[in-house]
C-alpha cells in the first residue's frame, strides 16, 4: 500500500487527492494543509468583501468531513510541513494550534502550497493596521469585518492586476472610494497599452482615481497616509496590497529540491522534482509556456486543477506530459470582461518575435437586436507561420465566448487564418453570421494575401509629423468629433472621386473608426494603383490608447 | 472586363458582390434580387414581429443605394432571374413591377438564390387567409399587421424546427396562446430526444400547447379550424407554416445544371456546378457533411456568408476549397438557449457508427457566484478514432459559448479526450476552473481508460425489467422525491460499508443525479472488484427523457 503525503489542500492539492483515491482504494492519502480550510472558492474572496456573495459558506466548496468522507482522505488543517528529508524519505509535520511536531513516513509527496502575496518592507508598514493582502478566508474575514466595522470611507488598493481589480471593484461595491496605485503605465499586466486603456476609462467613469507610473515609498500615521515614488500623499482608511505573488518554495529549496532563481519549483513535464518521489504542482511552480516553450511563472486556478489531476495519473502509473500554460484569464471589471491569452505585444517585442496584430471591434451580437455592445479585439500572429500567438479583448458581452473560442483555435494548431473557417453558432441574440473570430481571420487574409497594408496606432504621430498624407475615410460629422491632428477628411463615400487629387508617387495612409471604412478604402486605393496602408483599429484605437497613456 | 451577374441578394449573393469589388474595380457585376430588399436581416425577422426588434428599419442592414455606392454596384431589386442560357452565356431577367422582359450577357454568375418555404398542398388551405410563412420582409409585413390589425387570441405553428420555435416564442411575446405541431416526437430535429425534453419541458412552461407525432390533414372554416392527422381538430386565428424549406433550384435545373434528387444544386468544392462559369452559394446548394463527408442540405446564414466570399475569391483567381458545412446552430427558445455541431445520436445510430455518449449538467459558472445555472451538454465521439462528432447544449447561461468551442475544437482536430486540456478563461462569474467542455474531456477519459462504462437512459428500462442491479447513489431525500422504478438506494456515503450486501458476481448498475456521484461509485465498486455501469446524464437524462416521450 501507498502512502502519499500532499502539501496544501486548495485547488490543485485537493483535486489531485481526490483523483487519487478514485484511482486507488487502497493508497493512505495524508493531505497537509496549514490553514483551516480546504478547496475553498479562492477566487470568489472579492465578491464576498464586496457582498455580491451573500453567504460565508458558499466560500467552503468542499469541507474537511465532506471530501474526508467521500475520498477516505486523512485531512489535517492547520498543520504545517516543515521540514521534508527526502533521503530518509520522511515529513516533519506541525501542528499550528498545540505547536506539537511529530514524523510521517512516505512513498511519494506531492507539493502544492501556492503562491503568497508579496509584501515589500515599506517603512512604516510595521505601525499600519488597516493594510491587506488577500489571499484565503481568513484575510477574507479581517478585510470584511474591517469594512463591517470600521466603515471605511477611502481605500487603495496598491497592485492593478487581477486581484487589485477586483478589490478595487468590490470596495467600490460597498460604497468606498477607491484609488488604485500602479507602478507600470497601465492595469492588467497580460494587456497592452491600448487594450488597457479601455479598463482605465472604465475604471475611471466608476469614479476610481487611477495613478500610474507611482508606487509606494512609506505608509505614515498607521497606515492613514501613503507616501508615493512621485512624493505624493495620498490619504485612506484602507489598504489592499495586491502587487503580485511568489511562489510558496521555501519547503522544498529547504529539501534540496531545484528552484528557479526568481523561486518557483522546477519539475519536469510529469511534474516530478528533482527529489524521487516528491512532485509539485500549481502555482508554485515554474511551468513552461505553451507558446514561448519557455519557462515561466503564471499562477492560475485552472492550470493548478489540471495538474492536479495529471500528478494523481503520473504517480498512479500513467505517463501524462503537461505541454504546459497558454496563460488564458479573465477579469470581470464592473461591466467589463478583460481577456487574454497567450502572449502580448510586449511580450513579443521584447522577444523580437515577427508578429502581425490585428484590432477590431466587431458588436457582441447583430446590432439589429437588442442588446448588443462593442467588443475590441487584439489578436497576434506569426508573420512567417500565421501561427496564432496571443489574443486581448475587452467588452461588456460575449469577451469570454470569443477568447476561449482563440483559446481552443490555439490549442488545436489553427492559423490565423483558418479563425475565418470556424463554424460558429449563430443567432441574432448571440452573435453574427460573420463571428468577431471569424472577422480577425478575414483581416489576417486581407493583410496576408497583400490586400491591405497595415500600421500601428504607436507608429501614427511619426509618420504625420514626417509630412505622410494621413485621410480620415469617416464621414464629415465624425471628423468634426474629434480626429487625428495632421489627418485629412475625404469619406468613403467620395474617395473615387477624389483619387485624382491624390499623389499616387506616395504612400496613403488611411484609417476611418473601426477599421473596417479604412480597409474598404485602401482595396479602392490599390485596386487604382497607390500603396495604401490602414490605422489597424482605426481612430478608435489611436484615441483611446494616447488619452490614457 | 469582367461581367458577373448574381442572382439572389441577401446573405451570400450580397457578400459577394462586396468582395468582388474589393478584389476589383473594375468588374462589371449585377446583382438581381427579386424582392424589394437586398441584405435584410432574414434571422432577425421573428423578432420584429414579437416586437423585441422594434424598429422595421433595423431590419435592413444594407440598403440598396448603400450598397451600390459603396461597391459601385448595379443592383436590380423586383428583377427575377427567369432564364440561363449557359451555351450563349446569357440571361433573361423579368422586371417585376413592369413585366418587361430582357436579355443580359455574363461570364460568370453565381447562384444564390436560397431556399423557400415548403408548403404541402392541404385540402381547404387555398380557402384560408390566416395562414403565413416567413421568409422575407414582404411576408414579415403581412404577419406583423395580421398580427396588429386581427389581434389574433390564438396561434398555431406547424413545425418545431428553429422557424416554428422562434416563431412560437415571439407570438407568446404578443400575448397569443399558441399551439406547436409536429411532426416527429421531438422538436429541433438537431437535437436528440433528451435534449429535446427539455425544450418540450420549457416550451410547457411557457404555456406552449405541443403537439407532437400529429401532422396536418386539412384546413376548415377558412383556416380558422385545422384537422390533424391524429382527427383532433383545433382552432386558431392565425396559423404560421414553418414545416421547412426546399433549395431554390429550378432555375438551375433548367439550365441544365446538375441538382440533387432531393433538389439542391450541386456543386464541387470551389462552388462551381456543371455549367461552366456558373457558380452556386448558399441555402440553395447540396453541401458535404464536414463530419460525415457526404452529400447534404444545411440551410444556415454563417455558411452562406463564408461561401459568399470564398466564390468571389475563386471567381477571381484564388483557388480556396470549400472543406464542408459543421451544421452549428443556435436558437433563442425563451430562456433558454439550445446550440448544436456536428451529428448527433440519431444519425450516428442510422449509420451504424461506433460511437460513445457522453452526457453532463453542469453549471454555467462557479455555483458559489450568484447567477449560475445549469446546462445540459451532450457529446458525441467516435470510439475507435476519438474524433469529436457532434455536440448539443441546452441551458440559460453559457450554452453558445461551450458549442462554439466544441465547434472549434472540431475543426482544430482535437480528440475528445483533448477537451480535457483545453485551457478556458476562468473567473467566478464566467466559468469553473474545470469548464464544462473539460469535464467532457476528464469524462471521456474515464470511459477511455476502462475506469467507468456507462450506459444510456433508453437501455435503463430494458435491464431493470430483466432483473439486473441498479443502484440510486443519491441520498434518502432524493430518492424519496423520485427514482427510477426498480432502483434500489445506497448513497455514495453508505456505499463502502454496504459492499459487503453486493453480489459480486453480477455487473452492478449506478446512477446518481448527473452522473458524477455515479462515477465516483463506479471507482469504488471497481477498485473493490466489482463491474460498476453508470448511468450517463444520470436521474436528470433519464427522467426528462421518459416524462416528456
Known amino acids: ?189 497580460p494587456l497592452d497599452k491600448e487594450m488597457a486603456a479601455i479598463v482605465h476609462e472604465h475604471l475611471f467613469e466608476h469614479g476610481i482615481q487611477l495613478l500610474l507610473k507611482d508606487g509606494v515609498k512609506a505608509f505614515h500615521e498607521n497606515g492613514q497616509k501613503i507616501e508615493l515614488n512621485s512624493g505624493k500623499i495620498i490619504g485612506q482608511d484602507i489598504v489592499i496590497l495586491s502587487i503580485g505573488v511568489k511562489p510558496e518554495s521555501k519547503l522544498a529549496k529547504e529539501a534540496n529540491i531545484a528552484v528557479h532563481e526568481r523561486g518557483g519549483i522546477l519539475v519536469n513535464e510529469y511534474f516530478e522534482t528533482s527529489q524521487k518521489d516528491i512532485y509539485a504542482i500549481g502555482d508554485a511552480i515554474v511551468i513552461n509556456d505553451y507558446i514561448a516553450k519557455e ?12 495538474q492536479g489531476r495529471m500528478v494523481a495519473n503520473n504517480i498512479l502509473g500513467k505517463k501524462e506530459p503537461y505541454l504546459g500554460t497558454l496563460g488564458s484569464g479573465i477579469a470581470k471589471v464592473f461591466e467589463l470582461s478583460v481577456a487574454t491569452t497567450g502572449l502580448n505585444e510586449k511580450v513579443l517585442q521584447s522577444k523580437n518575435k515577427e508578429y502581425e496584430v490585428i484590432h477590431i471591434h466587431p458588436a457582441s451580437h447583430a446590432t439589429y437586436y437588442p442588446g448588443a455592445t462593442p467588443i475590441s479585439l487584439k489578436v497576434l500572429y506569426d508573420k512567417n507561420t500565421l501561427n496564432i500567438l496571443g489574443a486581448q479583448a475587452v467588452g461588456k458581452n460575449g469577451v469570454d465566448k470569443r477568447m476561449d473560442v482563440i483559446a481552443t483555435a490555439i490549442r488545436g494548431n489553427l492559423s490565423i487564418l483558418e479563425l475565418a473557417e470556424l463554424e460558429l453558432t449563430y443567432a441574432p441574440p448571440f452573435s453574427s453570421a460573420k463571428d468577431p473570430v471569424n472577422m480577425v481571420g478575414y483581416v489576417a487574409s486581407n493583410i496576408i494575401d497583400d490586400e491591405m497594408e497595415t500600421i500601428q496606432w504607436y507608429e501614427v504621430d511619426e509618420l504625420v509629423n514626417n509630412g505622410a498624407t494621413l485621410i480620415d475615410v469617416r464621414e464629415k460629422e465624425e471628423f468634426a468629433n474629434g480626429a487625428i491632428e495632421g489627418a485629412v477628411n475625404i469619406s468613403l463615400t467620395e474617395l473615387r472621386n477624389k483619387l485624382p487629387e491624390l499623389d499616387s508617387t506616395r504612400p496613403v495612409y488611411v484609417h476611418c473608426q473601426v477599421g473596417l471604412r479604412g480597409y474598404l478604402a485602401c482595396r479602392i486605393l490599390k485596386n487604382h494603383g497607390y500603396q495604401a496602408i490602414n490605422v489597424d483599429g482605426g481612430y478608435k484605437t489611436y484615441e483611446l490608447a494616447k488619452r490614457w497613456k
Do not use: W
Not at 478547496?39 to 460565508?56: D, H, M, V, W
Not at 475520498?71 to 488543517?77: K, V
Not at 499562477?299 to 493548478?304: C, E, N
Open 295 to 306: 519557462e515561466t511563472f503564471i499562477p492560475l486556478a485552472g492550470p493548478a486543477n489540471r
Open 1 to 189: 500500500m501507498k502512502k502519499i503525503i500532499i502539501v496544501g489542500g486548495v485547488a490543485g492539492g485537493a483535486t489531485a487527492a481526490a483523483r487519487l483515491r478514485r484511482l486507488n482504494e487502497d493508497a493512505e492519502i495524508i493531505l497537509f494543509e496549514r490553514g483551516e480550510h480546504i478547496s475553498f472558492a479562492n477566487c470568489g474572496l472579492p465578491y464576498y468583501i464586496g457582498e455580491t456573495i451573500k453567504q460565508r459558506e458558499k466560500l467552503l466548496v468542499q469541507t474537511v468531513e465532506g471530501m474526508t468522507n467521500r475520498f477516505q482522505l486523512d485531512i489535517r488543517t492547520q498543520t504545517e510541513v516543515v521540514k521534508i528529508n527526502p533521503i530518509e524519505k520522511v515529513i516533519e509535520a506541525k501542528n499550528l494550534k498545540t505547536g506539537v511536531k511529530y514524523v510521517e513516513s512516505y512513498d511519494t509527496i506531492i507539493l502544492s502550497p501556492g503562491a503568497s502575496p508579496i509584501i515589500p518592507s515599506f517603512n512604516g508598514l510595521e505601525k499600519a493596521n488597516n493594510v491587506f493582502t488577500l489571499r484565503n478566508i481568513p484575510d477574507t474575514d479581517r478585510i470584511k469585518s474591517f469594512v463591517d466595522t470600521n466603515k471605511p470611507q477611502k481605500a487603495t488598493v496598491v497592485g492593478g492586476g487581477f486581484i487589485g481589480l477586483e478589490m478595487a471593484e468590490n470596495l467600490v461595491e460597498r460604497g468606498i472610494e477607491v484609488t488604485l496605485v500602479e507602478m507600470a503605465d497601465q492595469v492588467m499586466a
